[in-house]
């Protein structure tokens, strides 16, 4: 039994706007284990960042509660946190756009260029620790990001669709990289993604959500070892969980709306 590191138990969240309450989640449970690489995939709209914004404990839910298991360091969060867009500062080079979440955080400069270099050739950033954002490829811009993101060396890493802005190929290659870096780091992640493929190339188990409000419709588990490699997207045990995603997604969507 692998040890639980999130436990989010029955969550609702809902907004009071000018045209009176609305719900966004309803009701999701989840688990995620030490170690472990989960992903939530759902239609657009249907409350995924509302989801991670809780997670991140930028926002409490409604009623339900979320608990954090393992230990973190005195007045840190317990998660980092990377977003769609990069945000990395163009005056910044490679290695202080990497160590800034840390120093934001309180290291001090030095110490965080220290332990961003320890991590450049896992991040196959090596050589380019002086170079300027503007000389880095979509690809490599996001691996800086995610650099930021692992460095700060907290319990979870919540990753809000990484990879949306790469061109296909780009995209796949990180997909194959991410996977075994997450096994090799041994990081718990929390990936919120569109893609279907991705989510069930890279995950231990798939969470689908609804239409807003979102609700858990269906739980995927993915008992393949990681890493995986692409032999993998051959597998009867692959094709069958993205045919069948892609109907939940599509055609349950389709008929959510049809009912509304
Ligand atoms: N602070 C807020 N006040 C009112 N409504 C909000 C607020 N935050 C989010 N919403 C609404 O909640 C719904 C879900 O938004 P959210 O951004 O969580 O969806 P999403 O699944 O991440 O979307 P996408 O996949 O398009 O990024 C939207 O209808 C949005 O307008």
Redesign the pocket.
Known sequence: MIEPLLVVDGISKS?S?RRGT?S?IDEISLQVGTGEFVSVI???????????NILAEQLRPTSGSVRFLGSRQPKTPFSAYMPQKDLLMPWLTVEDNAALGLVLGGTRKREARDRVRQLLSTFRLEGREKAYPFELSGGMRQRVALMRTVVQQRPLLLLDEPFGALDYLTRTELQFWLSELSVEQGLTVVL?T?DVPEALFLSDRVYV?SD?P?RVQMVLEQPAPRPRDLSYLETEAFTHDERLLLAELTHGGLRQKATQ
């Open positions: 907004f706007t609305i966004v759902g239609p657009s709209g249907s409350g995924k960042s509302t989801l991670f919120i569109h959500l807003r979102a």
